[in-house]
């Protein structure tokens, strides 16, 4: 026998639990839970206390069911009674005598947020949301909507919440007035509620509850009548049924952009911290992994879009069967737990999805340089001992005729061969994750380190968690959040800092597959970014585009990243919104961010569970104001990466006790502000990208007739603050007549964009010490012949100055 759809309980003297009850249609209505919900309500119309509730933890009522919808067999006749039974609902929830009080866990959509709102209390939870879609599908709202929630929260939002079927969260619901309270248990409270209630005088209750009904809706009637004919027209249309047919399928594209009024920049720097009215939701249940975290996403955020490139998205739902569909294909090849999969991919949900996947199986995602080539490469594949390599086609040629037989190679695209998206049928899909603790390695990034070659960071799935949550915390990011990030997902930015807190959070993750000055504001607008983030050097790309009277026509209210350039107030006041740093690297993740009480000019402060020491050489603390040494720990297991893959000593030589070296140099005022003062490393940092001066030396060492070679770093053309441009100086053969012209040719051709310099010095002679090192500090800064050309780092669009 089926179940009922609506269920009653007693659940005490004068209280009467009713639950909407199709937990596996997300309690969505249909014809019979709306005939059986308006009896029940009829039924109990004498209790004291109502409570109304959906089954499961997902959804109060996700609105229309879109398979059955609200009618059995489609006629008119039936149409005009569901409207009937909609305005019916309505009008005994507004004139009953009972106290009524909704418990809103998870989605209240369309119909199911009408009649969520009818009630006297609404209680909602942590992942609330609330939407009405009925406009942009091309119908119109029933149940007393239009009339209640300009009630509730003005006319203009209403007409926001209305015409624009926007989502709104839990916090922003509340804030403004869609809500009674937040519980992180909101049935409960409604519970609790209730039992207090029933204590109360009744005659009271019920005539208190109808006056203010009366004086807030005199016109009731005139709004339901209205409603129905509005419904009723709009029904009839025909684009209404083209409107309906592709949001059932899920194939309509993110609404039309809502451009809000640029933030007024004061002095308040904080001040756009309460822009995000939905901020800081971290997820109910624990989490300590990856896995983890996508499955709790997919459960409670089915259809909000995850991933988003301009022009095209992919929901949680949708992606969490592609990465298990993958995964099962990943299986089959023999991917096992610790196993290593290489990626060589531009940004693409595909690639996000051989990251997840990987984890799905226990195993290790290495995304690296899709640029690499020569030595570099070789020395990447053979330091991780990949199981298999993933690349883009458009690069796989080059890249196999660099490493022929040595790994196993599987295709992003259309070319012959093994192809990735063909590994989806070849498995049964892995719904459910391979144990992993939170300390397992979730992912290798290169890391440029201080001396010699890149190595593989290894950074667990707790790592990525911490990271992300500052990033959440510092910066009050919430559901509604679109999170823009134009930089390489082989890096932390990309992943730890977007991808997680996005999943975290049931927000978006808006990404680029390459940084362009010119395009940004475009891709900003059309992926409709709230928060994104920069290097200097792309903010001074930006910053030198033709002013537009469309600077401030975006939903960004916050922008993170370093450094923040000598131009930042003009930048600011140009484009609307602030801009935060924050102190942060591969191996360290996230210790410090500008959140709270803050001095200008410094990176913030740590945060909590971190700690900061600033050192002499021999590891002493320095007092306040005196540069040295940045040292970090921190209490919080994993939160700092696991060492180098394969590496011990180079592991070993990055700590300092229980103190992990970060390379750079800064000093502490006495509030414990942190200011950055420079780099020990051996490390340029150039458009986005740490770059390895001994790889690129080593790179240039190739050359027949390089002798000696030096990478360093010499002022950007672009400006103070926006970090540095790559020089390399050389020493040839006695008789070489190779000129710098040649030179830079030659970079081109055979080393990564990233690699190639922008500033090329033949000197007769370069100075060394007396253990035969290059003497760095007697380079010239100023010398050599400057080249100029498109993108010299991955992702960046450089136009010839």
């Not at 609200?70 to 909609?86: D, I, P, R, V």
Request: hydrophobic share 40%; proline share 6%; aromatic share 8%.
């Amino acid at each position: 026998m089926p179940e009922r759809s609506v269920l009653e309980e007693h659940l005490g003297a004068g209280i009467v639990k009713i639950t909407l009850n199709r937990p596996a249609a997300l309690n969505a209505l249909n014809a019979e839970l709306l005939e059986d919900l308006l009896a029940a309500l009829q039924r109990c119309r004498d209790a004291k206390v109502i409570v109304l509730e959906g089954a499961g933890d997902r959804s109060f009522c996700a609105g229309q069911d879109l398979k059955q919808g609200l009618t059995k067999h489609g006629s008119h006749a039936e149409l005009q009674e569901a409207f009937t039974h909609l305005q019916d609902v309505a009008r005994l929830t507004s004139r009953s005598s009972a106290i009524i009080i909704a418990a809103v866990h998870g989605f209240a959509v369309g119909g199911g947020a009408e009649i969520a709102l009818g009630a006297d209390f609404v209680i909602g939870g942590p992942a609330t949301t609330f939407r009405f879609p009925e406009v942009p599908i091309g119908h119109a709202a029933t149940g007393g909507i239009t009339q209640r929630l300009v009630a509730l929260i003005g006319l203009l939002q209403a007409k926001r919440l209305l015409l624009t079927g926007a989502y709104v969260g839990a916090e922003e619901a509340l804030a403004m007035g869609l809500l009674t309270e937040i519980n992180e248990d909101p049935k409960k409270r409604a519970k609790e509620l209730a039992e207090l209630i029933a204590g109360l005088p009744s005659t009271s209750l019920t005539w208190s509850k109808q006056s203010l009904e009366k004086a807030c809706f005199p016109n009731v009637e005139q709004v339901l009548q209205d409603e129905i004919e509005s419904a009723s027209v709009c029904f009839a249309q025909s684009d209404a049924a083209n409107a309906f047919s592709e949001f059932a399928t899920r194939r309509t594209a993110p609404g039309a952009m809502n451009f809000s009024s640029a933030p007024a920049l004061g002095n308040d720097t904080n001040k756009w911290r309460s822009g995000n009215k939905d901020a800081s939701i971290t997820p109910k249940e624990p989490i300590s992994n990856l896995n983890q975290a996508l499955d709790i996403a997919v459960m409670r955020y089915p259809d909000r879009p995850f991933l988003r490139f301009p022009g095209h998205e992919i929901s949680y739902a949708v992606f969490g069967a592609r990465v298990s569909r993958l995964a099962g294909g990943l299986r089959e090849l023999g991917v096992q737990p610790g196993d290593r999969v290489l990626v060589m991919m531009r940004n693409s949900i595909e690639m996000v999805e051989t990251w997840m996947s990987t984890n799905r199986l226990g195993a290790i995602w290495v995304p690296i340089n899709p640029e690499l080539r020569s030595s570099t490469l070789h020395h990447a594949v053979l330091a991780v001992r990949a199981k298999l390599l993933i690349v883009d086609e458009g690069i796989y040629a080059e890249v196999k005729s660099a490493l022929p037989g040595e790994i196993p190679f599987y295709i992003n695209g259309t070319e012959s061969g093994e192809l990735l998206n063909q590994l989806h049928s070849l498995g049964q899909p892995v719904t459910k994750a391979v144990p992993v603790e939170s300390s397992t390695t979730a992912a290798f990034l290169l890391t440029s380190g201080s001396t010699g070659r890149s190595k593989p960071c290894m950074l667990s799935h707790r790592y990525f968690l911490v990271t992300a949550q500052g990033l959440v915390d510092g910066l009050a990011l919430g559901a509604d959040d679109v999170l823009y990030c134009p930089f390489p997902l082989y890096h932390l930015d990309a992943t730890g800092m977007t991808v997680v807190p996005a999943l975290f959070l049931g927000a978006t993750a808006a990404l680029s597959p390459r940084f362009s000055a010119s395009n940004f504001w475009h891709e900003i607008r059309k992926t409709e970014a709230t928060v994104y983030d920069f290097m200097g050097a792309t903010l001074a790309l930006i910053f030198k585009q033709n002013a537009s009277s469309q600077d401030r026509e975006h939903r960004v209210r916050v922008a993170w990243g370093v450094p923040i350039p000598a131009f930042a107030k003009e930048y600011e006041h140009r484009f609307g919104h602030p801009l935060v740093t924050l102190y942060g690297s591969t191996e360290s993740g996230l210790p410090i961010i500008q959140q709270g009480d803050f001095a200008t000019g410094s990176c913030g402060k740590p945060r909590k569970g971190f700690h900061v020491r600033i050192a002499d050489p021999a590891g002493n603390a320095l007092p306040p104001q005196t540069p040295g040494q940045l040292l970090l720990r921190s209490d919080i297991p994993g939160a700092l990466f696991s060492g180098y893959f394969d590496e011990p000593q180079k592991t070993a030589e990055a700590f300092t006790g229980q103190w992990m070296n970060t390379g750079d140099v800064a000093k502490v005022d006495n509030r414990g502000n942190v200011f950055f003062v420079g780099r020990l490393k051996d490390v340029i940092r150039r458009r986005g990208e740490n770059i390895n001066a001994a790889e690129v030396e080593e790179e240039f060492l190739q050359h027949p007739d390089v002798v000696v070679a030096a990478a360093s770093a010499v002022p950007s053309e672009l400006g103070w603050g926006t970090e540095d441009d790559l020089k390399v100086t050389v020493q040839l053969r006695e008789s070489s007549l190779t000129d710098e012209g040649e030179l830079w040719s030659w970079s081109v051709a055979k080393m990564a964009r990233f690699q190639v310099p922008d500033v090329i010095e033949i000197v007769p002679e370069i100075a060394k010490t007396p253990t035969g090192k290059v003497e760095k500090s007697r380079l010239n800064r100023k010398g050599g012949r400057r080249f100029h050309r498109r993108s010299s780092s991955p992702g960046l669009h450089r136009p010839n100055l």
